[in-house]
T-cell receptor, first 116, second 114 residues
Framework: DGGITQSPKYLFRKEGQNVTLSCEQN?????MYWYRQDPGQGLRLIYY???????QKGDIAEGYSVSREKKESFPLTVTSAQKNPTAFYLC???????????????FGSGTQLSVL | AQSVTQLGSHVSVSEGALVLLRCNYS??????LFWYVQYPNQGLQLLLK??????LVKGINGFEAEFKKSETSFHLTKPSAHMSDAAEYFC????????????FGAGTRLTVKP
């Protein structure tokens, strides 16, 4: 089955620790995205990537880092600089058609990150 | 930049009643508008989208939405609610032609009472 796989489903972070959330897609999509979801605030864009080895900051990139070494993978690292990391993190992807990104986002099932 | 405002964080309806979830948008360019649904502990699924064609858009599961430029609105409706419609619904907007700048509203949680 084609889709987006996020792992782990639940993750706990200790003070001062960096943690990495995995996102893999086998849809052959060009663009990938990371969103953070907090109760009552909807989804906020952290980072996005249109092509391999390139990525752009979203609205709340501080305290986060990403890499895009392969088309199918877009891991997100939550660094110790992110002081309020507890949230539900969603990865998404979309396809590039005729030079324009398809408007439909495909989402993974999310990772719940909590601070110990 | 684009943004959306969803009016009402919680909406409760009885089974069989009309569902109306409100969304207003702000955009400096012609907007592309979307409604997504999220079931507990899952990602989002696209319900329907407006991309400058017909102003009344039909989606999956009997939902539809109407784009009203004069009111800057894109409200989601369903004539008769079903128990399985209970979920969180997100309105989203992106600009043309950069469609990788999608922005989401805060969400509306729909409860369906038997």
């Amino acid at each position: 089955d084609g889709g987006i796989t996020q792992s782990p489903k639940y993750l706990f972070r200790k003070e001062g620790q960096n943690v990495t959330l995995s996102c893999e897609q086998n849809l052959n999509h060009d663009a990938m995205y990371w969103y953070r979801q907090d109760p009552g605030q909807g989804l906020r864009l952290i980072y996005y990537s249109q092509i391999v080895n390139d990525f752009q900051k979203g609205d709340i990139a501080e305290g986060y880092s990403v890499s895009r070494e392969k088309k199918e993978s877009f891991p997100l690292t939550v660094t110790s600089a992110q002081k309020n990391p507890t949230a539900f993190y969603l990865c998404a992807s979309s396809i590039l058609t005729g030079g324009v990104f398809n408007e439909k986002l495909f989402f993974g099932s999310g990772t719940q990150l909590s601070v110990l | 930049a684009q943004s959306v405002t969803q009016l009402g964080s919680h909406v409760s309806v009885s089974e069989g009643a009309l569902v109306l979830l409100r969304c207003n948008y702000s955009s400096s360019v012609p907007p592309y508008l979307f409604w997504y649904v999220q079931y507990p502990n899952q990602g989002l699924q696209l319900l329907l989208k407006y991309t400058s064609a017909a102003t009344l858009v039909k989606g999956i599961n009997g939902f539809e939405a109407e784009f009203k430029k004069s009111e800057t609105s894109f409200h989601l409706t369903k004539p008769s609610a079903h128990m399985s419609d209970a979920a969180e619904y997100f309105c989203a907007v992106s600009g043309v032609p950069v469609r990788n700048d999608m922005r989401f509203g805060a969400g509306t949680r729909l409860t369906v009472k038997p």
